[in-house]
């Protein structure tokens, strides 16, 4: 036998108001537990790591936020967890940062790239004086290095080239790419410090790094057999 539940109007009244409260309180929970998982993070941005640095962009990639810094160089923004932190002004080099739940506040020293065009812009937009950035410029370049930060050369290598390890032969450290290794042969791509070729790199001080690269294959091949396990070029100041 089959039954038929019939509802009167009550009862839809009933279930429609319900329904509507439910989707009400979805509205508003739903919001506000994507707001929850947000938080404040502060910062101070300096340049030669003593000058406050001003009216600076900072962003936060994964929140879409954006905060600018005061005359102190400091910063508040709202982060999400394993947010990145971004800085793109045209007169520094670019800062990227990825941030933890640990992570409370930051102490970010940009790189000035340094040009009498970029003299007049930084100066211009209020982002440092002019006095503080001559003398920076002329006593304090080795805190204006963007590798000034390991402890040697082959780190500052292993962070600019992804793709390198670090090997030892013969009691000898060298960088390898990423690939097949020899056997019978040596595994470590040659290093030019300024064009010089360097068996050991480890007297090259980080501070007085100005870029490293890997030259491209018909650059490499210029250096013969020597060239086979790629070429990392090493400009210093």
């Known amino acids: 036998m089959v039954k038929f539940v019939i509802c009167n109007n009550s009862t839809q009244f009933k279930m429609k108001t319900l329904v509507r409260r439910f989707v009400f309180t979805i509205i508003i929970i739903v919001p506000i537990l994507g707001y929850s998982q ?12 003593k000058y406050p640095v001003n009216n600076i962009t900072v962003e936060a990639k994964k929140a879409k936020t954006e905060a600018v810094t005061n005359e102190n160089g400091e910063f508040e923004i709202e982060v999400k967890n394993n947010d990145v932190i971004r800085i793109r002004e045209s007169v520094f080099l670019e800062y990227n940062q990825k941030i933890t739940e640990e992570t409370e506040s930051l102490k ?7 040009s009498k065009k970029n003299v007049e812009v930084a100066t211009n937009a209020g982002f440092i004086s002019k006095e503080d950035l001559e003398y920076g410029l002329e006593y304090l370049f080795q805190e204006n290095s963007f590798y000034s ?10 962070y600019a080239l992804p793709e390198s390890v670090l090997i030892v032969e013969n009691g000898q450290k060298g960088i390898q790419f990423r690939g097949p290794k020899t056997i019978t042969g040596s595994n470590a791509a040659l290093i030019l410090v300024d064009g010089v070729i360097a068996d050991d790199v480890s007297f090259v001080n980080p501070v007085q790094i100005i870029s490293i690269t890997k030259l491209s294959s018909s650059a490499a091949s210029l250096y013969g057999g020597r060239g086979g396990n790629g070429v990392i070029s090493i400009r210093t100041r």
């Open 38 to 49: 947000t938080r404040k993070l502060t910062g101070t941005v300096v340049c030669f790591n």
């Open 149 to 158: 930060t390991f402890t040697d050369a082959y780190q500052a290598i292993l």
């Open 108 to 114: 970010i020293n940009l790189i000035f790239e340094n």
